[in-house]
Each structure stands twice: as structure tokens, then as C-alpha cells.
């Protein structure tokens, strides 16, 4: 923002929306439950690819109109079920378009109007959590159902007194009153199954198979895929003596102080070092550097 009084400039103000603390950790959480997170922003492709990297999402849309959300969610639909999470007025045609429509609890009266399922908090931890305890539920309903038809399989006919026809001397010992005891027991037990969600941790990891099965051509045809797209030429340095964040960083911004240098990521399971750059850079100036920070590079 510009400020200008009597057609003199008299300050800037840059103002940026933060990522919230908690973001990056939901966007793995949800990749362990197998689901593929996709950001569909209205910013342009800088800003998207900037966001997308630090929050650790592997497929962005930039530059999305109402439309353009409607389109893309259509096209992943085709493929599996599809969840859409938003929280704006431009979001709104998207989350009646989704399979689920998740509104954030902050977010705008439209939103909340057009989705399926309200999250009180603007967290998207929440939204992990929600999606964990449905598949319990699932789960569970699907116990129940099996244990209900079990009881009533082998129950009712002891009820009925079929048994008492085989000649069987034990089984003619059965009394119908049994099956009617083992039918009410069934009936505890489902209830007790049911009750047993009350002891659910929806903070506890979960793993699974992708839920969208999609292959990475048919995202490419929609989905403007953050790495791919560089033209950037990419250089990858073994480091060793990296043993935390803080020389993770040390790294990195060792790297970037060499001309040239656009991009500088650090991996300290993989002790390496993979730097991007547009113009030729020189892996000997890259290696000093590195050095220089005292680290061993090669």
C-alpha cells in the first residue's frame, strides 16, 4: 500500500497473509490419511507457489475465479470423491460443487451456508480430526452391523426351536429362551460398541491408501505442479556436519549469498543441499560458501 499526501510519497506498507502455525502439520497429517491436498487460490502464481512450497503442498491452482474452483473440482470428481475446505464468498460454489463441503467457523455467512459440515474453530487441525473420527465411525457402524446380523443368524433359530427337531441330545437341550437372552445381549453389545467412540483419540495418527486415485498425468492437465514448472536449473551439494535446523538454515543461507542463487533447500536426512538458479552458477563458489558457514560440502 502506498501512501501519498499532496502528491508526495510518504511511506509503503507491505502486508502479507501469514501461514498459521499449525497449517503445514495438518497438510502431513492429511497426506498420512491418504488424502491429496490441492490449493485452489485466487493470488497469482508467485504467491501461490510461494505459500504452496512453505506449507508443504505438492498441487496448486493460482489465479482461480469461483469458476475456475467449480472446473477443477468437477474434473477431480471424475476421479474419486472429492472434500473442498474454504471459508470466503468466492469459495461458496465450490463447497455445494464438492462431494463434502467443509466451511472454516470464521469464515464468511455464505460459506458457512453453503457447506455441508461447519469447523466451530479455524483450524484445520480440526479438520483432520473430524475426517479421523468419521472413519471411526464408519468403522464402527460397520461392527455392528456385523455383530446384529451374527446374533440374529444363529439366535433366531434357536429361538424358534428349529434345533429341537435333530435328534441332537444337546442341542435339543436348547431353550428358546436362550437365543431371546442372546438377542438382548446383542443389543448391549452394539451399544457398548458404539459407546467405546468416547475413548477415540482423534489426535492419534492414522495410515491409508490414497483415497483419490489419480496418476500424476491427469493432475498435469489440471493442476499447476510447483517443482515441475521451474525453469530453473537445479544443482544437488552433499553437506555433512548439518545436525539441526539452525544449520539447516546456516546452509541455506550460505547458498543463497552466491550470485545467482534463487532457491536453497536443505535435507539433514539425506545431508544435502539442493540449490536452484537461473543463470549459470559456479558449483565451486557454491562448495566455498558452504565452507565458509563451516560445514564440509562436496
Not at 469464515?107 to 483450524?123: M, N, P, R, T, Y
Not at 437341550?173 to 459407546?195: D, I, K
Not at 468416547?198 to 492437465?221: G, M, P, R
Not at 545431508?271 to 538458479?277: C, D, I, N, R
Request: hydrophobic share 45%.
Amino acid at each position: 500500500m502506498i501512501f501519498i499526501k499532496n502528491k508526495e510519497l510518504i511511506g509503503v506498507i507491505a502486508v502479507a497473509d501469514k501461514i498459521k502455525d499449525d497449517s503445514k502439520k495438518a497438510i502431513n497429517d492429511l497426506k498420512d490419511l491418504g488424502l491429496i491436498p490441492i490449493m485452489l487460490t485466487g493470488d497469482n502464481n508467485k504467491t501461490a507457489k510461494k505459500i504452496a512450497k512453505d506449507s508443504n503442498i505438492d498441487y496448486y491452482v493460482s489465479d482461480c475465479l469461483p469458476n475456475n474452483k467449480k472446473e477443477v473440482i468437477d474434473k477431480l470428481k471424475e476421479k474419486g470423491n472429492v472434500i473442498m475446505v474454504g471459508d470466503g464468498i468466492n469459495d461458496a460454489l465450490a463447497l455445494t460443487t464438492a462431494n463434502i463441503g467443509i466451511a472454516i467457523g470464521a469464515g464468511s455467512d455464505i460459506a458457512k451456508e453453503s457447506a455441508d459440515v461447519v469447523l466451530v474453530k479455524s483450524s484445520l487441525n480440526d479438520l483432520v480430526k473430524s475426517i479421523r473420527l468419521s472413519r471411526q465411525i464408519l468403522k464402527n457402524i460397520k461392527e455392528n452391523l456385523f455383530w446384529a446380523f451374527f446374533y440374529n443368524l444363529i439366535m433366531i433359530p434357536i429361538a424358534l426351536g428349529v434345533f429341537y427337531f435333530t435328534g441332537i441330545e444337546w442341542i435339543k437341550e436348547l431353550r428358546p429362551w436362550y437365543g431371546a437372552l442372546a438377542m438382548s445381549m446383542s443389543s448391549v453389545f452394539v451399544v457398548l460398541n458404539a459407546l467405546r467412540l468416547n475413548l477415540f483419540n482423534a489426535n492419534k495418527k492414522s495410515n491409508c491408501k490414497n483415497a483419490l486415485e489419480v496418476d500424476d498425468d491427469f493432475l498435469n492437465n489440471i493442476i499447476t505442479i510447483k517443482e515441475e514448472e521451474d525453469n530453473m536449473e537445479k544443482l544437488v551439494i552433499s553437506v555433512n556436519g548439518m545436525m539441526c535446523e539452525h544449520c539447516k538454515k546456516h546452509v541455506e543461507d550460505a547458498c543463497m549469498s552466491v550470485s545467482g542463487v534463487k532457491e536453497a533447500e536443505a535435507n539433514l536426512k539425506k545431508k544435502s543441499v539442493t540449490v536452484k538458479f537461473e543463470n549459470e552458477v559456479s558449483k565451486e563458489l557454491l562448495i566455498e560458501a558452504i565452507n565458509k558457514a563451516g560445514y564440509e560440502a562436496k
